[in-house]
Structures are given as structure tokens and as C-alpha cells.
């Protein structure tokens, strides 16, 4: 199956009733409760994972796609209507997205963000099908010296760039992998840190980690600084209609920040943040008195870069089964709750599933292009239910998403001992994400090292035996050496924006904790 | 708001806490079968991870020493008496459910831990949030265990 015969496969299947279905409501629910301040799309859609598993694979996933984008829109509209972000991108987008509504422009930053979007997940799309093909073939390649070298370099890079300095970055990582390693071990049979405890022997299932980790700590951040959060504007449905010069100055940052998006996406690394910062600043040079002030291209470029970022992040899953963001580690547990390993076979043994995701994605967006305009003042609605009903509401999610993976307790023990570890660790600037990761990744890393150790009798000298592992490692080197080049060129620090905002936005997580 | 503990201080007492599980996730990998070079067991992975977790604990609390010794601390917006009382609340309300899921089913312990949750968390009115309690467990009941059939501890009504 060629990339257009894949692509109309894919649409034949995201626009039977059931998944066209799924993707509205996604795209519903996740702006519904992406729009409350402090839900985080990362928050959202490890919160909404458990109720999706019992629907088919397919339809799950779908699902849970459209409700991330749905949630990074909720994300954006708060941040452009009441300068409450929840994650970093959303902070850019509000930049110029609230000054934009302070001059009683919000609902044409509303439609240029809306806009943004669906270019980024346009272009985001062309660049994932172009690419998936001819990366599917290449990753047929990796063996498991491939998959150990790139699994530990991506994790490295994404340590020392988690925004909150590198060894906290390490240590978030080393300890995610810890945690992966506790249960039985799939090559030897041997139970690692059982203690004789039928509920350890299993090892930690993903979701009741993530669930405390990213939902549960986020609550108790939330909960703990209960701030007082300015009120809605009022916004009329005439008010959202951008005129066509507004249109003319959108379209062009929007294609600009699709591109930045999708390629920073690909690598590891918080390829969203990332992204979105890039995106705001070329904008900034190209209009140096403009951005800042409430300028159209500052909203537009950064929030088709988020979106095309999501895209991005995808080619990695699907193609080498290996998820370099939180929002994919999550998508990466659906997956395995349903039965499938994303990889290089995904295309050829599972193409509803990589096809029907990504034209799914595509049609989430469009949903949300055309369903925001009208509801818009219902969105505003949501943010009028009282914060003590709406806690109750979602930690009582989080409990039964734990408790229902596996009709136990010890899940839930689980959420609720991890999301206070997660809250201590949120107050030290240690990113959880990060961690999270590394509970992911982890035992594809342990599988990669092990089997490459018994194909070369114990050599370590496999791991540089083919010209993809040189690369990676010198990869690796230039990312480990070149920020001590630049200081001592430069005078300045290597460091990157996210590390400006690694304080946070005040509520949810930190802004640095999105990778 | 309380400052304590600020953030370089509180960074080295957590590099310290987490060197000392990492040096006993070492000794306790140590027991594990190693194998040889060419067929490791599953302990020579784990006792590289213990010794990853005990330098980079290490490294995380020398960086906040560093940090210290350079300069002032910075705070750390900890949660003011009122804060910590909600975060108390919640995490009570998750217990709540905790325990009383497997003695009286899904809808009552969802209704106690909404309760809980939403008083603790400064809802001032009792009928309205007995309300909101009965709508969220009644809510949840219909989607997750009759839509959904997922088979808490007493599917019954009453549990």
C-alpha cells in the first residue's frame, strides 16, 4: 500500500459512522474539559484512557487522538480568553492571543487559533504520510543494537532538555526506569523486587503510574493553590469572524509554524514546547514591533506548530514503536492495553490502525474547526461549574480508571502513591515526564541490551557495530558538547526557551513538564 | 503562602533520600542471577539502573549544594495551612472510595468520596453538594458500570 492508497484507506475507515462518531466526541470532550483551568491535554487524555479500552482498538484510539487535540484547543482558548495556560504552548499562544482579547479582539484570536490548527494538522499530516513510508522501510533495519542505542540516546537527549537542569533531567529518567524494571523479567522469568507479593511480582501497570505521575499530582497542585481566576469575557457568535486581511496575516505564519512543528516533532525532545517557542520567535524577528502587542501571526504560527508537532510525534510511535513525548508514552499504553505493539510492522499487520489514526486526526480537527465557531459560548459555560464539583468529578475518574484496568486495588494504592510522589517532585522542579518516559521506555531499552549482548557474545563493541549507531552516538556527543562550545564562544548559556518557563504557568504542571 | 522547605535545600535532602534507595536498589540487585557478559541475567541491568539512580542522585544534590553555596535559595510556593487542607481533603475523598468500594459497591463509596472531596475542598452548601455527590455517583454508575460493564464489587444498585 502506497502513502495515498494508505491515506484513502485511512479515511475509509475514520469515516465509517462508529470512528467519525468517535472523533466528534473527542474532539468535544477534550475541548470541554481542556478549556478548565489547569487541565492539561497530557492531564486529559491520561485521565480518559481507561473508559476507551473497551472499545475497539481502532475506535480507541481514535478517540483518544481527537480528544488531545480537542484539549489543546480547550488549552489555547483559556489562555487566549483568561491568560490561565495549562502547558507551555499554550502560554505562547497567549502571548499575543490575550493581548489580542484584551483589545476586545478574543474571538478573532479564537478563529486565527482554530485556523492554525487545522493548517498544522494538515501540513502535519502530509509530512507524517511522506515520511511513515519511507522511515517503515528504514526501521526494518533496527535490530536490537539499533533499537537499545536509539532508545538510550533519545532518552538522554530528552533528560538533559526536560527544562529543569540535567541531573535532575537523569535522575527523573533513571528513576521512571527503575520503576519499569520491578516484576517479572520477560527473558529469565526471574521476579525482581517481588518481596513475595503477588501484586509486585506482576510489575506497575502503566496507567495507575501515569494516572498519579500526570493526573492525580496535577490535582493536588491545583488543589493546593486554588487561585482565584478572573472571569470569562463575554463573547458574541459575530464576533469570531475574521475579516480577510486578518485571514491574509494568519495563513502564512501558519504554514511557517507547521513546518517547525512537524520537524521538531519527529525528535526527541519536548518537540511542542519546542516548537511553539520557535515559532514565536521567528515571528518576532519577522515583525519585531508588532509581536507582543496582540499581533495575528504570534497566535497563528505557534498553535499550527503545536498542532503540527502532535503529527510529528507520531512518526516515531507508529514507525519504531518508540514514543519520545508523554502524550504518545500514553498513546503507546493504549496501545498495548489493546493488544498492539506500534513498530515497523504496525503499517503491514495493523494499517486500519496507523491509516485510520491519522486521517482520524485530520478529521478531529476539522471537527473542531467547525463545531468551536457555533459553541463557543457553551465552552464559556464550563468554565462557570464550581472547581470543588469538577475535583470531585475527575479524581473519582482517576480512581476508577485505576481501579477498572484490572478489577484491583493495588492500582489504585498505585495512582495514589505516585501522584504524591509526583507533587513532591513538581515542587523540586523535577520533571515527571520525564519519568514517566523512562517507565515506558524502559523495558524496550532492557530488551534492546540484553539481546544485543547474547547476538554478539557478550561484545559491547555491537553497539557500534553499524553506521546507525555511529550516528546516533555522535549525535549524542555534538548535543553533549556543543552548548560547552557556545559558552565558551559565546559567553552564554546553551539553554533552551522552555527553560524560561521551567517555573510553570501557575497552574497544572509546570510549563517545562511537557515533553 | 509557607516557603519551607526552599528549593536548593529541599533539592539536596531529596538527591540524599533518593542516593539512599538507589544505593539499596544496588544491594538488593546484587542478589539478582547475573549471568555471563554473553547471556546477562536480570541483574546486571539492575544494578547498572541502581547505579544510574545513586550518580545522578548524587549529581542532582551536588547541584543544589552548589546552588546554595552560590547564592540565596529560592522558594517554593508550598500550599498555605488552607491548601494543604484541601490537598488533605482529596486525598481523603480517594481513600474514601479506596475503602469503601469493596464493602458497600461503586455507587455508595462514589457518593461518600464525592462528598468528601467537594466539602473539603470549601463548598460551603450541604444540599447542594449532597446534589452534585448524588448526580457525579449516579453519573458514573450509569457509564462506567452499566454502559461500560465493568464489574466493581457489588454490581447491585446498593452495592
Known amino acids: ?515 | 503562602m509557607y516557603y519551607f522547605p526552599a528549593l536548593h535545600r529541599g533539592t539536596v535532602v531529596l538527591g540524599v533520600i533518593l542516593t539512599l534507595i538507589g544505593a539499596w536498589y544496588v544491594s538488593q540487585a546484587t542478589t539478582f542471577p547475573r549471568g555471563t557478559m554473553a547471556q546477562p541475567g536480570p541483574g546486571v541491568y539492575s544494578i547498572l539502573l541502581g547505579c544510574l539512580i545513586v550518580v545522578t542522585a548524587v549529581g542532582t544534590s551536588v547541584e543544589g549544594g552548589l546552588a546554595l553555596k552560590g547564592g540565596r535559595d529560592v522558594e517554593v510556593q508550598w500550599p498555605a495551612v488552607d491548601g494543604w487542607l484541601r490537598i488533605a481533603g482529596l486525598l481523603a475523598g480517594a481513600a474514601t472510595y479506596l475503602l469503601l468500594l469493596g464493602q458497600i459497591g461503586h455507587l455508595l463509596a462514589s457518593f461518600a468520596a464525592c462528598l468528601v472531596i467537594i466539602r473539603a475542598q470549601g463548598y460551603a452548601s450541604w444540599p447542594k453538594a449532597v446534589l452534585w455527590a448524588a448526580g457525579t455517583a449516579a453519573a458514573t454508575y450509569l457509564v462506567f458500570v452499566k454502559v461500560l460493564a465493568i464489574p466493581f464489587f457489588g454490581n447491585s444498585l446498593l452495592g
Open chain 1, 1 to 515: 500500500m502506497n502513502p495515498i492508497e494508505g491515506l484513502a484507506y485511512g479515511f475509509s475507515v475514520a469515516l465509517t459512522p462508529e470512528n467519525f462518531l468517535a472523533a466528534l466526541v473527542g474532539a468535544l470532550i477534550g475541548t470541554a474539559v481542556g478549556i478548565l483551568p489547569g487541565m492539561s491535554p497530557t492531564m486529559v487524555i491520561a485521565l480518559l484512557l481507561v473508559p476507551t479500552i473497551k472499545l475497539s482498538p481502532t475506535t480507541g484510539l481514535i478517540i483518544l487522538g481527537a480528544i488531545y487535540y480537542g484539549t489543546q484547543y480547550g488549552d489555547s482558548m483559556t489562555a487566549i480568553l483568561m491568560n490561565v495556560p495549562s502547558e507551555a504552548p499554550s502560554i505562547v499562544i497567549g502571548l499575543d492571543g490575550h493581548e489580542m482579547a484584551k483589545k476586545g479582539k478574543a474571538g478573532v484570536a479564537l478563529a486565527i487559533a482554530a485556523i492554525g490548527a487545522w493548517i498544522g494538522a494538515t501540513i502535519g499530516l502530509i509530512g507524517l504520510v511522506a515520511l511513515a513510508g519511507v522511515l517503515g522501510d528504514a526501521a526494518l533495519k533496527f535490530g536490537p543494537p539499533e533499537y537499545f542505542v536509539l532508545t538510550a540516546v533519545g532518552l538522554v537527549i530528552m533528560g538533559k532538555l526536560s527544562g529543569a537542569g540535567t541531573w535532575k533531567g537523569l535522575l527523573s529518567l533513571a528513576v521512571g526506569l527503575a520503576v519499569s524494571s520491578v516484576g517479572l523479567d520477560p527473558i529469565s522469568g526471574f521476579t525482581r523486587f517481588g518481596f513475595g507479593r503477588p501484586e509486585l511480582s506482576g510489575g506497575f501497570d502503566l496507567v495507575p503510574v501515569i494516572l498519579g505521575l500526570v493526573g492525580l499530582a496535577g490535582m493536588l497542585r491545583l488543589s493546593g493553590e486554588a487561585k482565584s481566576l478572573p472571569a470569562p469575557p463575554k463573547l458574541a457568535f459575530r464576533e469570531i469572524f475574521p475579516t480577510w486581511s486578518e485571514w491574509r496575516e494568519a495563513f502564512p505564519a501558519s504554514v511557517r509554524g507547521a513546518i517547525i512543528g512537524f520537524l521538531l516533532g519527529i525528535m526527541p525532545g519536548p518537540g511542542t514546547t519546542m516548537s511553539t517557542f520557535v515559532s514565536y520567535r521567528l515571528e518576532r524577528r519577522l515583525r519585531p514591533n508588532e509581536v507582543g502587542l496582540g499581533a495575528i501571526p504570534a497566535v497563528a504560527g505557534p498553535k499550527a506548530a503545536d498542532d503540527a508537532s502532535v503529527s510529528g510525534h507520531l512518526v516515531p510511535l507508529m514507525v519504531l514503536g518508540l514514543p519520545f513525548s508523554t502524550v504518545t508514552a500514553i498513546l503507546f499504553a493504549g496501545m498495548l492495553l489493546h493488544g498492539i505493539t506500534p513498530g515497523p510492522t504496525i503499517m503491514t499487520q495493523h494499517p486500519e490502525i496507523f491509516w485510520g489514526l491519522a486521517a482520524a486526526m485530520y478529521i478531529g480537527n476539522m471537527a473542531l474547526l467547525v463545531l468551536n465557531f457555533p459553541l463557543v459560548g457553551l465552552w464559556l459555560n464550563i468554565l462557570k461549574i464550581p472547581q470543588p464539583i469538577l475535583s470531585a468529578i475527575l479524581i473519582l475518574l482517576m480512581m476508577i480508571g485505576s481501579y477498572s484496568l484490572n478489577n484491583n486495588f493495588f492500582d489504585v494504592i498505585t495512582t495514589l502513591v505516585f501522584g504524591v510522589v509526583g507533587y513532591v517532585f513538581l515542587h523540586f522542579r523535577i520533571d515527571t515526564t520525564i519519568l514517566v518516559l523512562g517507565l515506558v521506555l524502559g523495558p524496550l531499552l532492557e530488551k534492546g541490551f540484553r539481546q544485543s549482548l547474547f547476538l554478539s557474545r557478550g561484545s559491547l563493541t555491537i553497539f557500534f557495530s553499524s553506521w546507525i549507531d555511529n550516528v546516533l552516538w555522535l549525535v549524542l556527543l555534538a548535543f553533549i558538547v556543543t552548548p560547552f562550545i557556545l559558552r565558551g564562544t559565546s559567553g552564554r548559556s546553551g539553554g533552551l526557551p522552555v527553560e524560561g518557563v521551567a517555573g510553570g504557568s501557575g497552574l497544572g504542571q509546570p510549563a517545562a513538564n511537557e515533553a
